[in-house]
């Protein structure tokens, strides 16, 4: 797997499969969370998320709607989906896409072809493969992979694909830090993601320890100066 810690060697590299193993099983059952989704402290959307794992099949399926200021301008709905299986080193996903309501010419569909090592990406009509590196994670898929292997802290490298192109992110673990949201306080483990130009889109996410990990805060700040935060309102986890 490329969620490997960046450290002092082998001892850490071992302990880290054996853990990552471990909590492949470990994953629950359903998770429903629902999101604040704010700009600049002006709330400009609501996300609702599930994800469902049955066996070693799992399907994740996030809605995000605009809200506020923004539904005057842009009322848009956007639905991301995800699925595959669940197995020893994580998840490892089969399909993704990506819907808007208002211009489905931006929807996208992506097959991971992991016995070809190609990724079928269908975007405006034109079909593309790209090369699909071992362990690539999509947008939603992601923070999942990224819940399982917080608990041992340090640097990550996981290939990620948003269905057109995969890129490798790198996620840093900052520290342990209590953190306030609609939803309550937390516990969490703080993580941001690793850039190296200035065009890439910066990222922060805090992981609730006594709650499997899952994110309760995410802050993204892309090169334009977008500040886009979401924050939990709502969590269920069985």
Known sequence: MDLLPTGPGMKLLAAFLLATAAQASSLPAEITAEYHVTNLGVKIGHMKESFVRKGDDYSIRSVTRAEGPLKMFLDDQVTLASSGKVGPQGLKPLHFEQRRARDTRRDVDATFDWQRGVLLSRYRGEQR???????????????????RAAPLGGTMKIPMSNGRRVEVYTYRFVGEERVATPAGEFDTLHFERVTVDAKQNRADVWLAKGHSNFPVRIVFDDPDGLRLEQSLVALQVR
């Not at 493969?129 to 819940?147: A, F, G, K, V």
């Open 129 to 147: 493969e790209i090369p699909l590196p071992r362990d690539t994670q999509d947008r939603l898929s992601l923070m999942y992979q990224l819940m």
